[in-house]
């Protein structure tokens, strides 16, 4: 059977006819889905630092991206569907940023557990998240933030949301590649993480603390 390694190579080679064979053959050998997506975002971080790095086209980040989405298609249905409803959560790629593997590898694995998600998009204002939490009423506030650059994004959102007079009505949740503890001082929020599952665990736990 291939490794989740081979996933990650078939990316980087821009190769979308191996790395759906891999997956397919990895599905049926009963590899957890989860760990198939954690191994395809490890490759679109590493094929976005080379394209940072000028080693790579934009048609080349482009079509990395859409051999992912196809991974996306193969593996989200073995993720199954949780029938008991755990809470509401509003994500979304913060302003200044179009990054949205992590996000929606995020939201793939919240709706698996049973939370309803309102996904916003990407480049999304802080003006935006703040009429998502009076319009949805969420329980959890979700932001991604891949370049370092965006971090200032996240705490502009978390301080609009404050000063809307809705921070205590939410648990807010950032991750993303740049975020660690750091960043997490910095921002304030409720969680943080640079893992997906990881990042959905720590809604399951802020829900049981409300």
């Known amino acids: 059977m291939p490794s989740p390694e081979k996933i990650v190579e078939a990316i980087l080679n821009m190769d979308e006819?191996?790395?759906l064979r891999i997956v397919d053959a990895m599905l049926d050998a009963g590899v957890d889905p989860v760990e198939i997506l954690e191994e395809c975002r490890g490759g679109m971080s590493s094929v976005g630092e080379r394209f940072e790095r000028g080693e790579l086209y934009l048609s080349e980040l482009f079509m990395a991206s859409e051999i992912f989405n196809q991974v996306m298609t193969r593996v989200k249905p073995h993720l199954g569907k949780s029938t008991e409803e755990k809470g509401k959560i509003v994500i979304g790629t913060v302003e200044g940023d179009v990054h949205d593997i992590g996000k929606n590898i995020f939201a793939s694995l919240l709706e698996a557990e049973g939370f309803t998600v309102i996904d916003l998009g990407v480049d999304v204002p802080p003006s935006r998240f703040v009429e998502a939490i009076r319009e949805h009423k969420p329980d959890i506030v979700g932001m991604s933030s891949l370049l370092?650059?965006?971090?200032d994004a996240v705490?502009?959102?978390?301080?609009a949301i404050a000063e809307a007079g809705l921070r205590g009505s939410v648990k807010i949740v950032v991750g993303g590649g740049r975020i660690d503890e750091q960043a997490?001082?910095?921002i304030h929020p409720d969680a943080f993480t640079d893992n997906a599952s990881?990042?959905?665990k720590q809604c399951k736990e802020l829900l049981e603390e409300a």
């Open 155 to 159: 705490k502009r959102t978390v301080d």
């Open 148 to 151: 370092s650059t965006s971090l």
């Open 198 to 200: 990881q990042g959905v």
């Open 184 to 186: 997490a001082d910095y």
């Open 17 to 19: 006819a191996s790395a």
